[in-house]
């Protein structure tokens, strides 16, 4: 059922594409899903790939395209004429995904391409959806749809469905809308299946429908479809308008962009980034967030150099430095996470931020005490001085606490002022901690001693 | 449209409660859809809950019921009676959020609940679903769908369909069996509508239909419904029996819970917590990677103990401890998240391990010149010591390149040996990366001075 791309597959593909040997391709192709195409052409040499394009069914080759990641089929578009994107591809897909690849080419090309489309109405329903941002609602819908309106029957539903249904690939739900194409509500399939054929759609239909304004932002379009469980949800315009829809599979791609990308900045990475770009690429993700590492090692240098005559007479101070260090950043990062998780999920209730800060507070105090205690015993068993026993354990306490508490406060206050929390996570709060905590850490060792 | 609980609107809606005003509280939740119920129910007392729970009407109760935490739903259902959970609550649900409910309970309370279902269809129903584990597709699947025979009439369909689906809530797809209910494909409500009424089924269907065993684990579940775009999957047996289906909302919540677990474990939380958990529950989930942490800084300690010698010294080998430990942890979580990610997604690609590692090699060696040169520059011009510049600008190298390879390496291995590969991201990759890396630093140290 499932296929599974191996490397073998590949060469024996390679090679019937290079034979143009047509009926070993369309065999080896055989009920292949789009998806396992994209994951083909996504292995194989820009030549391979446009050769074994034009060898794929019309449909099947642009459905493919839309699968691919936004680089790679850059890449290969590039090497395909405005005439054939137009022919080969546009025509052979739904508005929404039409209007987005159309959107990524080049501005000139973007025209000739247009001009190449056959069908005056998927031209102009695809120039239509270039007006809207790609991260908003009208960037996420399709005009693909089917509607009826409030004062047909269901046998003239039924037969309008028919003819409407052909344009439209997935059909959950019909809407309703009046003379003035204003949505006034939906009527599922079954609703018209089991009602008589005289009745009207405004006996039968549901007012209650939820909806998206065309200028909503696309995270809030993912968690309203999320929340209510919905397969598809209309789009209308300022004064109601039915203009498009938006189906959950295209949701579905948002909500894991959402989640990629807060895990992402929680290990720090910069960009969205695969395992398979190339070294550059991961390289340019990678390096922002160690250029702030650098930064806060080089703080704590300093406030390490600051101790230092300290060190010298007690050097066994240095000994815990990473213990402290390491625990500061691990509790921040602990801390910050179940906010930004809380903020993602709008699972954070209705607590204020007194009592979300009162219950860090005694989380951290709780962890705090176990570890301290630990490292206690340990240094008391372990080590000469009773002094640097209680130095590191009262050391600890005081950074767990005030880690738990910081690492809570950041993302809060980020998201108040509108900036993404998810930047609290990963190495900005273990940076800061880190430091922090290396001079709480220091100054206690300097009162103590 | 969207409804946002306040805590004016809480306690306006729990006076009411409290008061019995049922027209009040009627008024006040007209319009809300389940999981609104759910949000509000969560922030009530149990007592409160229950008052409020008792009137609203049965169908919403039940699946805002669904909608709630676990843990706060055993809370709630320990309130209430065998027979009323059966009447009140499971007649009201589907399949599978019936089975799930009843499955939450003890042992006892099970078999009573079961004996007060009055439908004996939908009792043999959810006692068939309790036998499959939770996390496989049997327990994912619904019992509820639309199927027909091969050999009957599209009208025959219509007709059957209009009787099948006053029990099932959301038809995306209608099955096709053969006489011993052995599955044989589908066939889309939109094809049925475009066909003659006597075409026969077995003319119009569709024999490609994707679909998944029985034993199937969620996970796979999800990857194959996200990969194909799909809004429902049917189950089978062992002989391709119909035995269920499986929809999108149910798959939604497993792609999240994935995403959060991944993100958890990265952020160092050992269990699914919540900002509102209580703070020993979320004490429990961050003090396990936390004692990690502090056997870590243990070993570090021990680390720079053994070159305590050194330190006294050169004490200004201290100040540069934090960086190193700081960036073999960042680089070490990136690169192991990167290939998390990877696994995840199925993104990884077709490389070997040895193209990997040798990426790795090459982003780590970039990464390591450009902090090292950096690094170098800084103490060169603020701190006296040339060999201290040389020591900690070729340890920050060497220690970035190890860390870069060991975080690739440790959860391809994981995977390898079927251990969650997330596991090596977070405080464990971290603080392996610290320690070998005070190491690695303090003996180039030794050796250059």
Redesign the interface.
Known sequence: ??FE???EY?EELNAAVKNNAEARVAEMID?L?A?DIAEIL??QSTEEAKAFYFLLPNELGADALIELDEDVRERFLKEISSEEIAEKIIDNLDTDDAADLIGELPEDKQDEVISHIEDIEHASDIIDLLHYDEDSAGGLMAKELVKVYLDWDVATC?KE??SQ??D?E???TVYVVDDNNILQGRVS??KL??SPDKKKVKEIYNE?V??VKVDAEKEEVAE?M????L?SIPVIDEIGRLLGRIT??DV?DV??EE??K???M????SEN????DS??I??RA??P???I??L???L???V??AY?GQ??IH??T??????????A???G??S????V??LA?K?????GLWV?LF?EL??GL??GL??GT??FF?NFFFSDSLTLSIVVSTSLVAVIIFAAIFGTLVPLMLNKYKIDPALA???FI??VN??FG?FLYLMIGYLMY
Chains 1, 2 share one sequence.
């Open positions: 059922m499932r791309l191996t490397k590949l009920g899903h998806v996504d292995e039924i469905i028919r249904a052909e439209v997935k059909m959950y399939l079954k299946l089991l209650e939820r909806l309203i999320e929340k209510y469980d397969v959950i599979d579905v909500i894991k989640a990629d807060d895990y992402q929680a290990s720090g990475i980034v695969e395992s398979s070294a550059w991961l390289t990678r390096l967030w160690l250029l590492g650098l806060g090692g080089i704590g240098a300093q390490i150099e230092e060190i010298k050097p066994e240095a000994f815990f430095i990473p213990l402290i260090a390491a625990m950043g691990n509790v990062v602990q910050s996470a179940i906010v998780q809380g999920n699972s954070l209730g209705l607590d979300k219950k005694l989380v709780i962890n176990v570890l630990l490292i340990y996570t990963g190495p273990t940076t880190d430091v290396l």
